[in-house]
């Protein structure tokens, strides 16, 4: 059973972990679409690359701009793990056993 105080703030906690995680695929969103429209700009820039290559600069372009944006991903990422550890813990102590509620 899950006590009164300590749902409130796993669920704050929750909530904290969606928020960044949403944060996180909105930026992961940006990198592949932005990598998208440099790699195609480049491929009517350069029609030498017609066939082969499309995918590939995409992948690099997609790495490059990854690398440009590494410390605002790993703050999220690193933000996702410490949410994950307050939540576990959290659950944890719910599944404690604890004094009865007078009721």
């Given at each position: 059973?899950?006590?009164?105080?300590?749902?409130?703030?796993?669920?704050?906690?929750?909530?904290?972990?969606?928020?960044?995680?949403?944060?996180?695929?909105?930026?992961?969103?940006?990198?592949?679409?932005?990598?998208?429209?440099?790699?195609?700009?480049?491929?009517?820039?350069?029609?030498?690359?017609?066939?082969?290559?499309?995918?590939?600069?995409?992948?690099?372009?997609?790495?490059?701009?990854?690398?440009?944006?590494?410390?605002?991903?790993?703050?999220?990422?690193?933000?996702?793990r410490v949410?994950?550890?307050?939540?576990?813990?959290?659950?944890?102590?719910?599944?404690?056993?604890?004094?009865?509620?007078?009721?």
């Amino acid at each position: 059973m899950i006590g009164v105080l300590l749902s409130k703030p796993l669920a704050k906690a929750i909530r904290a972990r969606r928020e960044t995680q949403r944060h996180l695929d909105c930026l992961t969103r940006q990198i592949a679409a932005r990598a998208g429209r440099q790699a195609i700009m480049a491929k009517v820039r350069s029609r030498a690359r017609r066939r082969s290559g499309h995918r590939l600069y995409h992948q690099e372009l997609a790495d490059r701009l990854t690398f440009e944006r590494w410390r605002e991903l790993d703050a999220l990422m690193w933000r996702l793990r410490v949410q994950e550890q307050i939540i576990d813990e959290y659950k944890r102590s719910d599944d404690a056993p604890g004094l009865p509620i007078a009721g």
